[in-house]
């Protein structure tokens, strides 16, 4: 098979089932047990009034698995979410989500995104 490479650019399209079948995932991960605890109160309310994809919601999240991976994981990708500025629920400017968190999340998508 023909190979495409473009070294300078991850396109967003790269988040394919072989990208996340390729992770490597020695834990089990959840929704209940570590997922839903990744968005905060804020990141809720906002992703109602933009898009009413519902950060609350296990149905929800699942629908939308790649594409907020897509939103969380680091440039180059197109979303950067949260977006920068964002004041959380405490008070402090949300950060950018870590490796860990958007390999957990990664994780949970290769896994068939479990309940
Ligand atoms: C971890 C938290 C968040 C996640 C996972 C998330 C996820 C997403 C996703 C997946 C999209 C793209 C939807 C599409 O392609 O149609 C998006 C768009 C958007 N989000 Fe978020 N979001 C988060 C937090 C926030 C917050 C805190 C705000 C506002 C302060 C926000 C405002 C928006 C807006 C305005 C858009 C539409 C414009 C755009 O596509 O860039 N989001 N978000």
């Given at each position: 098979m023909a190979q495409t490479h473009n070294p300078t650019h991850t396109p967003a399209h790269a988040h394919t089932h072989e990208f996340f079948t390729k992770l490597n995932c020695p834990n089990p991960v959840t929704w209940t047990n570590d997922?839903?605890?990744?968005?905060t109160s804020v990141d809720v309310a906002h992703m109602i009034t933009a898009?009413?994809?519902?950060?609350?919601s296990y149905q929800s999240v699942k629908i939308w698995a790649t594409t907020i991976y897509t939103a969380v994981a680091p440039p180059p990708h197109l979303h950067s979410m949260p977006p920068p500025g964002t004041i959380g629920p405490d008070g402090k400017p949300e950060q950018p989500w870590t490796q860990d968190k958007v390999d957990t999340f990664g994780c949970w998508i290769q896994q068939g995104c479990p309940e």
């Amino acid at each position: 098979m023909a190979q495409t490479h473009n070294p300078t650019h991850t396109p967003a399209h790269a988040h394919t089932h072989e990208f996340f079948t390729k992770l490597n995932c020695p834990n089990p991960v959840t929704w209940t047990n570590d997922i839903k605890q990744m968005f905060t109160s804020v990141d809720v309310a906002h992703m109602i009034t933009a898009k009413n994809i519902h950060l609350d919601s296990y149905q929800s999240v699942k629908i939308w698995a790649t594409t907020i991976y897509t939103a969380v994981a680091p440039p180059p990708h197109l979303h950067s979410m949260p977006p920068p500025g964002t004041i959380g629920p405490d008070g402090k400017p949300e950060q950018p989500w870590t490796q860990d968190k958007v390999d957990t999340f990664g994780c949970w998508i290769q896994q068939g995104c479990p309940e």
